[in-house]
């Protein structure tokens, strides 16, 4: 009766996880790791049906085997999965190893030998060995401190297949059909806890990974591929509050010149096409660690680490330089844009606002030096009486 309900309890959690995994699959598809943890936990399921039905209508042997084969297959996908969520190579060659090997020896020690320590101890070794490639998966990936957790629960799915034998033979010595009952109830507990807490941390991973896309996408701007005006000032002020050190970092405000009449002359799809093209130089000449955004219709902000004035110069010179030349297949060849700059350097104990209002001032006065230039403005000192440098071009 207890082991009928334990079975019962292993459904029944496998097939919510299932509905949970499959929902997450089905709102963003590229989820692989998703449609294989489902497929794992599918597995799982039809583990539990087989150790609780086929008893009843094949020998033994034969359904513990099934249950097996299942167990195997669930934890291969959730291999998989693993494989897929952490962006590493699925080795394949030691899954499909694996699983084959695990399923003859298995098959071989159950069909032919009697029950017993041979027997058990083949099937514990096979279940912890596949898990171990789950493990090996792991461990060649990028972890954050969250996957301690993953590592220890796949660690401790491993003790607990090889705790298998031990409480069979434990059971066997305190002798007759209780002890074997009573042990057969205890690992199956704890596999209804390793896989609820296995379940719930996979469904947690997912839901993080899912909200921090979501977020993204939110604060992203789809025409320049550039983070929106509240995604940059978060990312700003981010960046600002991970400096550890004094470390010089500058700001370079750019505004494509005569936007509007770019619209009104060419159309409003031949806008999108150069706030596009403008999107992709910024994150060709920006950085790891840079922060890009389209922060209006036509102005850009770029946040540069490590970078005082005179190195946001150049880049700002480089990225005029680069927007000017570029032509468009809808426009004749010698149709160009140009783009204007203001920079300035952020000083490390300033607000980014007051460094913002600096570099406004600077692309102001590009503005009325004719356009497609760049001008700078320095220190925060010189707010009065502020100092252009010369045009370039």
């Known amino acids: 009766m207890g082991l009928s309900y334990i079975h019962a309890v292993n459904m029944g959690l496998a097939a919510a996880v299932i509905c949970g995994l499959s929902a997450i699959f089905l709102f963003d598809r590229s989820r692989k790791s998703a449609l294989w943890w489902m497929l794992s936990f599918a597995a799982v399921l039809l583990s539990a049906l087989s150790s609780a039905a086929l008893p009843f209508v094949t020998a033994q042997p034969i359904a513990g085997y099934v249950s097996f084969a299942f167990t195997i297959m669930a934890i291969t996908c959730l291999n998989v999965g693993i494989a897929w969520h952490y962006r590493v190579a699925t080795p394949w060659r030691i899954i499909d190893t694996v699983v084959a090997v695990t399923l003859v020896v298995t098959f071989i020690s159950t069909m032919v030998l009697p029950i017993g320590p041979v027997s058990w101890t083949v099937e514990a070794v096979s279940l912890a060995g596949a898990q171990a490639v789950g493990l090996f998966i792991l461990m ?110 500058s700001l370079v405000i750019c505004d494509l010149d005569h936007f509007k009449s770019i619209n009104d002359q060419h159309g409003h799809h031949v806008g999108d096409r150069v706030i596009a093209a403008f999107g992709r130089l910024v994150r060709a000449g920006a950085r790891d660690g840079d922060v890009c955004g389209r922060v209006g219709g ?96």
């Open 140 to 249: 060649r990936s990028e972890k954050g401190k969250r996957d301690r957790v993953f590592i220890a629960f796949l660690a401790l799915s491993m003790l607990n297949f090889l705790s298998h034998p031990v409480l069979e033979m434990m059971a066997r010595i305190e002798n007759v059909q209780n002890g074997l009952a009573d042990a057969a109830v205890a690992m199956h507990i704890n596999n209804a806890l390793i896989m609820i807490g296995l379940a719930t941390f996979l469904m947690l991973r997912l839901a993080n990974q899912l909200l921090a896309d979501l977020k993204g996408q939110s604060e992203t701007d789809a025409l320049s591929g550039l983070l929106n005006r509240n995604g940059f000032n978060a990312a700003v002020h981010s960046a600002r509050d991970r400096r550890s050190s004094k470390g010089t970092a």
């Open 298 to 393: 036509e102005e850009f902000c770029i946040y540069l680490l490590n970078s005082d004035a005179r190195a946001a110069r150049l880049f700002a010179e480089w990225l005029r330089v680069a927007f000017a030349s570029t032509s468009y297949s809808e426009l004749s060849s010698n149709t160009r844009f140009t783009a204007s700059f203001g920079v300035t350097q952020v000083q490390a104990d300033e607000t980014i606002e007051e460094a913002y209002v600096r570099a406004d001032k600077a692309l102001y006065q590009a503005k009325r030096d004719g356009r497609n230039c760049v001008r700078s403005v320095g220190e925060a000192s010189e707010l009065s009486g502020i100092k252009f440098s010369s045009a370039a071009g």
